[in-house]
């Protein structure tokens, strides 16, 4: 079975430039989720989806960035203008979930490593 | 606001030992509780899912159990082997929402 695909594995930038971030969930899930790992915060959910359609976004740190999910198979997340403090783990990940309760559990892609310069 | 603790960061043991890692989570009124397995380089593995009514759920070596009112879980690995080699976490979820609070998880080593 093909788990989460997320593109690119790795993403080296300058600072200013826009990024984005790709996930393919596992087929017949419904719910997304996207994630962003450091040191020093952790695992940290950004923001997640049900049904394509976007249900928690209190964890996106500001207007720079935004994700979509146009249909069940693709979502993006996107930095626009990037700054060095957005380097980190972005994980992506995917689950049968009803989108209200947290009983089903998550599969992680393998994460994309984003650093800013 | 939600605060998922683990303690200790890091833990070093022989093979064949057997070992808790320790969860700590603020607020009781959780929906249920989940361990993962990071390995270097991957992303998260699910190996536990207990719900706030259980006490315990186990996998094959892994035993996890779960105590709400004091805010605390375990994770038991029996006869661990260099493979149980990896980062674990645990994470809390709430009612009306998918979201988890992830701890910032035990690096275990298991030495040869």
């Known amino acids: 079975d093909a788990g989460v695909i997320q593109s690119p594995r790795h993403e080296v930038t300058e600072m200013g430039q826009e990024v984005t971030l790709r996930c393919k969930p596992i087929?017949?899930?419904?719910?997304l989720f996207w994630y962003r790992q450091t040191m020093m915060r952790g695992l940290e959910l950004l923001i997640y989806?049900?049904?394509?359609?976007?249900?928690?976004d209190s964890g996106m740190p500001e207007d720079r960035f935004s994700a979509k999910m146009p249909n069940a198979s693709f979502s993006t997340l996107k930095i626009q203008p990037s700054e060095p403090r957005d380097s980190a783990v972005y994980f992506c990940?995917?689950?049968?979930?009803?989108?209200?309760?947290?009983?089903?559990?998550?599969?992680f892609g393998d994460g994309t490593r984003l650093s800013i310069l | 606001k939600q605060e998922v603790t683990q303690i200790p960061a890091a833990l070093s043991v022989p093979e064949g030992e057997n070992l808790v890692l320790n969860c700590s989570f603020t607020?009781?009124?959780?929906?249920?509780l989940q361990w993962f397995r990071q390995d270097p380089g991957k992303g998260l593995t699910s190996l536990l899912l207990?719900?706030?009514?259980?006490r315990e759920q186990t996998s094959g070596r892994l035993n996890a159990s779960l105590d709400k009112s004091s805010g605390r879980s375990t994770l038991y690995i029996a006869a661990s082997q260099p493979g149980d080699s990896a980062t674990y976490l645990c994470?809390?979820?709430?009612?009306?929402?998918?979201?988890?609070?992830f701890g910032k998880g035990t690096k275990l080593t298991v030495n040869p």
């Open positions: 990940a995917s689950s049968l979930g009803g989108g209200t309760v947290s009983n089903q559990p998550q599969h």
């Open positions: 087929s017949g899930h419904n719910s």
């Open positions: 989806f049900n049904n394509n359609v976007p249900i928690d």
């Open positions: 607020d009781s009124a959780i929906y249920n």
């Open positions: 207990i719900q706030s009514s259980q």
């Open positions: 994470a809390v979820g709430k009612g009306g929402s998918e979201k988890l609070v």
